[in-house]
């Protein structure tokens, strides 16, 4: 984050295409593209449920950061390398956010505090072997632009978290996590 504008540089162009990189890297571009699929729809499903200004804002402003993920990883993987099963990462990632947007605010950012939690460390790893393989510091630079965007956001939702999270709220944040995890396996495959 830019500590002047409050915004992330723009993102890096990838000149590298898809046809280029190696099986392990397309199947985990394609579980980022499900992931910033399911991103954009936990958004939307929070927009569809709450009426809560704050919470309505914090969606808006985040659903639009997810948006321009997915569209770079749109044009970086082609349709036919994308996960098979996107209309389930649709549905899956719309109950994400739809669910604690009934229950309020401090549901809403336990949620997506999970979430985020999960992706910075799914692309800290994709990073890190990149940098052990010393290859394609373009898709590289990507991964991190994205993953310095999507740790802000779960600090954001952190910070409005209004006192620790109880014994149900804990337990959602963990089946949000192993959720994630588990749409990340599939999604590298199919």
Known sequence: MNATTGHAPSP???????????AWLVGELRSDHAGETGAVMIYRGIL????????RAFSERHKATEQGHLDLLEALLPP?????LLPLWRIAGWLTGAIPALFGPRAVYATIDAVETFVDHHYQAQIDRLDAEGIHPD?????EHC???????????RGLGDAPPGALLRFWSWLVGAGSAAAVSAARRL
């Not at 569809?48 to 919470?55: E, F, L, N, P, Q």
């Not at 993953?147 to 939702?157: P, T």
């Open 48 to 55: 569809a449920v709450s009426r809560d200004a704050s919470v």
């Open 147 to 157: 993953r310095v965007e999507e740790v802000h956001h779960r600090d954001e939702a």
């Open 12 to 22: 890096p162009r990838v000149s590298t295409p898809a046809s280029a990189l190696p």
């Open 80 to 84: 036919g390398q994308r996960s098979r």
């Open 139 to 143: 898709i590289r630079a990507l991964l």
